[in-house]
C-alpha cells in the first residue's frame, strides 16, 4: 500500500487511536489525517504541484509526522534537508532539487533567509514552531483557512516518494531518491528483521526523523502504532521515557546508546516492554554492546544502511554474544546478514564477485536500493552493475557463514556520529583560510563519535594560524558536525612521484590494528 493509502486508511481504522506524542501534545490518527489534508491544500496552493519536491528543514517536532503525511497525501516528494549541515550547503540542496516549497522550523529560518532571495524555484516558504517573520507564511494560519476536502491525487509506483542527501566524490551532497514502489517495498524489508508492530506498539524516536529516525515511521503509521519524537537526545529523559512509556521500538545511534547506559538510573529502570533497540551509522565498543544488553536485554538490532541502499545487512539480538566464542566476538565487528530480500556481493574493481574472506566493494541488490539521483541521470549508472546490484562504495568482506564486515571507506568518506563526512568539503574550506596553503584531512578513531575529522596543515611562508583557529573557521564554514576537531601543522605534505597527496600514508598510523564497522547515511 502507498503512503498515502496508508495514511487515509490508518485515519479511519485506528481515528481514535494516538499516532504522535510529542512532549506534551498529542494527537489521534483522525486529526494527523485531517491536519495532513489541510497541509496538502495548502502545499498545493503555495505552488507544489503533483511531483514538485518540498523541503523540510527541522528538528524533530510536533508538526513532523503530519508533514510527511502531507507530502504524500499531495503527491510531493518530501526533501528532507539536515539541520547540522550550513546554511549554505541547505541553501544549495534547495536549488539542486527545485523545491517549490519550503517548509522550516522558525529557529532555522534566520540564518537561511539571506541565501533564499535569488532560488528561482522557490515559490513560498512557510514557518512553524515559531513567529513567521515579514515575506514568509504562518504554518498555522494557512492550516486554518484551508480547505479539509481530500482531493484525492493519483499515486503511482514510478511517482518520487523523498529525496534524501548523501555525499557525492566531489564532496557536495547529492539527492537520492526513491520510487513510491521502491519506498514501499522498503519499509516492507523491516519485517524480515525485527519484531512485529500492531497497533500497541510504541515508537521512541531520540535521534533525527530525517536520517536514521524515518526507519520505523511508515510501518507504525501503517498499524496504528504510537510514534514519540524527541526534540533532541538527552540521555537521561530517553531513559525515562523508555520505561514510562513503555516503548516497544527505538532507534538510537551509538553514541546514545553509550551515553544511556553511562546514566547511574540505568541498570535500575524498567524496560520490560522494549523488544527493538536499532542502532547504526558508527561502531560501536563491546563493552558498550556489554552494558547495553545488561540494561536492555536481547534487544540490540544493528542496522547496516545507506541513503543508496537500505536495509543491507541487520545483526540480530542472538549474534549480540559479548561473551561467546571466538567466533561470536568477531561476529560483534560485523554489520550483521543480509536481511531477507536483499542479495549483497562483494565484488573486485571490475564488478566480479569475490570469495568469502576478500576484500571488495560491498553491493546490494534489494528493493530498497535507490531509484536514481535527483538531477543527475547519470549517476545511478555509475553505480549499478549489470545485474542490478548497486555499488555501496563501501569496502569490506563477507565470511563464508554470510557475515558482512566494513573495513574502510572506498573514497576516504569519514562517518562521525552516525553523519558521513568529506575529507574534500574540509579541505576546501581550510585552504580558503588565509593562512592555510595546503591540507589534507582524514578520519581518526574516535571513542565518543567513532570517527573524526583531523586536518594536516601546511601553512603559508611567514602566516600564522592556531590550532584552535582553523577548528573555529571549520565550524562557521561547514557546521558544527562537519568541523575538523584536531589539527596538525607539518612542513610539507607527503606526495606520490605524480603529485598526489598520500592520504593513506597521513591516516594508516591512527588505524593501526583497527578496522572500521561504519555505515552510510
Not at 471 to 486: A, D, F, L, Q
Request: charged residues 25%; neutral net charge; proline residues 6%.
Amino acid at each position: 500500500m502507498d503512503p498515502a493509502s496508508i495514511i487515509r486508511q490508518s485515519g479511519r481504522i485506528y481515528a481514535k487511536n494516538i499516532a504522535v506524542s510529542f512532549q506534551q501534545r498529542e494527537q489521534t490518527y483522525a486529526e494527523l489525517y485531517h491536519r495532513a489534508i489541510l497541509l496538502a491544500n495548502v502545499l498545493r496552493h503555495s505552488g507544489a504541484g503533483k511531483g514538485d519536491p518540498v523541503a523540510v528543514l527541522a528538528d524533530n517536532a510536533f508538526e513532523t509526522v503530519e508533514q510527511a503525511a502531507a507530502c504524500a497525501l499531495a503527491n510531493n516528494p518530501r526533501a528532507t534537508l539536515y539541520t547540522y549541515h550550513a546554511p549554505s550547503v541547505n541553501r544549495y540542496l534547495l536549488e539542486l532539487t527545485g523545491a517549490r516549497v519550503l517548509l522550516v522550523q522558525a529557529k532555522y529560518y534566520r540564518a537561511l533567509a539571506p541565501l533564499l532571495t535569488d532560488l528561482k524555484s522557490l515559490k513560498t516558504v512557510i514557518v512553524f514552531d515559531g513567529e513567521a517573520p515579514a515575506g514568509t507564511v504562518c504554518y498555522e494560519d494557512a492550516l486554518a483557512s484551508a480547505s479539509a476536502e481530500d482531493k484525492i491525487v493519483p499515486v503511482t509506483d514510478d511517482d518520487v516518494h523523498i529525496i534524501r542527501f548523501s555525499s557525492g566524490t566531489t564532496g557536495k551532497p547529492k539527492g537520492v531518491y526513491h520510487s513510491v514502489g521502491r519506498w514501499t517495498a522498503y519499509n516492507s524489508e523491516w519485517r524480515w528483521g525485527t519484531p512485529m508492530i500492531d497497533e500497541t506498539s510504541r515508537y521512541l524516536v531520540p535521534c533525527s526523523l530525517a536520517h536514521l529516525g524515518i526507519a520505523f515511521l511508515w510501518g507504525f503509521l501503517t498499524v496504528g502504532g504510537r510514534i514519540i519524537p524527541m526534540p533532541a537526545f538527552d540521555a537521561r529523559h530517553t531513559l525515562e521515557l523508555l520505561e514510562r512509556e513503555k516503548i516497544t521500538h527505538a532507534a538510537a545511534a551509538p553514541v546514545m546508546i553509550r551515553e544511556m547506559v553511562a546514566d547511574d538510573t540505568a541498570r535500575s529502570r524498567d524496560f520490560s516492554a522494549l523488544k527493538c533497540l536499532m542502532y547504526a551509522g558508527s561502531p560501536i565498543a563491546t563493552n558498550t554492546l556489554r552494558e547495553a544488553i545488561r540494561v536492555f536485554g536481547p534487544t540490540l538490532y544493528q542496522l547496516y544502511a545507506q541513503s543508496e541502499a537500505m536495509p543491507i545487512t541487520m545483526l540480530l539480538p542472538h549474534h549480540h554474544r559479548v561473551d561467546g566464542t571466538e567466533a561470536e566476538l568477531r561476529r560483534l565487528r560485523s554489520a550483521g546478514r543480509p536481511t531477507g530480500n536483499n542479495f549483497v556481493t562483494i565484488r573486485d574493481e571490475n564488478g566480479n564477485l569475490l570469495p568469502p574472506d576478500a576484500i571488495g566493494e560491498i553491493a546490494c541488490l534489494g528493493p530498497g536500493t535507490m531509484s536514481g539521483l535527483w538531477n543527475d541521470p547519470e549517476g545511478k549508472a555509475v553505480r549499478t552493475l549489470p545485474d542490478g546490484s548497486i555499488l555501496t562504495r563501501d569496502m569490506g568482506f563477507m565470511d563464508e557463514d554470510g557475515f558482512v564486515y566494513l573495513v574502510d571507506r572506498k573514497d576516504d568518506m569519514i562517518v562521525s556520529g552516525g553523519y558521513n563526512i568529506w575529507p574534500s568539503e574540509l579541505e576546501e574550506a581550510l585552504t580558503n583560510h588565509p593562512a592555510v596553503a595546503e591540507v589534507s584531512v582524514f578520519g581518526v578513531p574516535d571513542e565518543k563519535w567513532g570517527e573524526t575529522p583531523r586536518a594536516v596543515v601546511v601553512l603559508k611562508k611567514g602566516a600564522k594560524a592556531s590550532k584552535e583557529e582553523l577548528i573555529s573557521y571549520t565550524r562557521e564554514v561547514v557546521g558544527p558536525v562537519k568541523k575538523v576537531t584536531s589539527v596538525d601543522f607539518v612542513a610539507a605534505l607527503p606526495r606520490t612521484a605524480t603529485g598526489k597527496v598520500l592520504r593513506g600514508e597521513l591516516k594508516a598510523p591512527f588505524w593501526k590494528d583497527r578496522a572500521t564497522r561504519i555505515s552510510g547515511s
